[in-house]
Nanobody, 128 residues
Framework: QVQLVESGGGLVQAGDSLRFSCTAS????????MGWFRQAPGKEREFLAY????????AYADSVKGRFTISRDTAKNTVYLQMNSLKPEDTAVYYC?????????????????????WGQGTQVTVSS
């Protein structure tokens, strides 16, 4: 069973920055595709960012492109989400997610909330 433990949320002002961390309890972290999602009140969980196993490939939702950066540190079994220029509409619960390596990468499916493992969720509130 894979456990994903997140940290880094909080209350910030518009324009501030935050960095999330998500640490995975796995032996071969480098074999896992990793993603970040968020869910605002009354809305569906939405895809934000993806980083591939080798860290070479990343992808972002249009809503956060240019403001958010995903990265990973294989030595620490950790994936990060650096969020800059935060806006009130970024207020949400943020989740990291992954799947067993055996599932490979199906890009359309990866962008949906259809993943086997999720972090506990971390609240971010951005005040104007």
């Amino acid at each position: 069973q894979v456990q994903l433990v997140e940290s880094g949320g909080g209350l910030v002002q518009a324009g501030d920055s935050l960095r999330f961390s998500c640490t995975a309890s796995v032996r071969t972290f480098s074999t896992y595709n990793m993603g970040w999602f968020r869910q605002a009140p009354g809305k569906e969980r939405e895809f934000l960012a993806y980083v591939g196993r080798s860290s070479v490939f990343t992808a972002y939702a249009d809503s956060v492109k240019g403001r958010f950066t995903i990265s990973r540190d294989t030595a620490k079994n950790t994936v990060y989400l650096q969020m800059n220029s935060l806006k009130p509409e970024d207020t949400a619960v943020y989740y990291c997610a992954t799947d067993p390596p055996s599932k490979g990468l199906n890009w359309p499916r990866f962008q949906t909330p259809n993943h086997d493992y999720w972090g506990q969720g971390t609240q971010v509130t951005v005040s104007s």
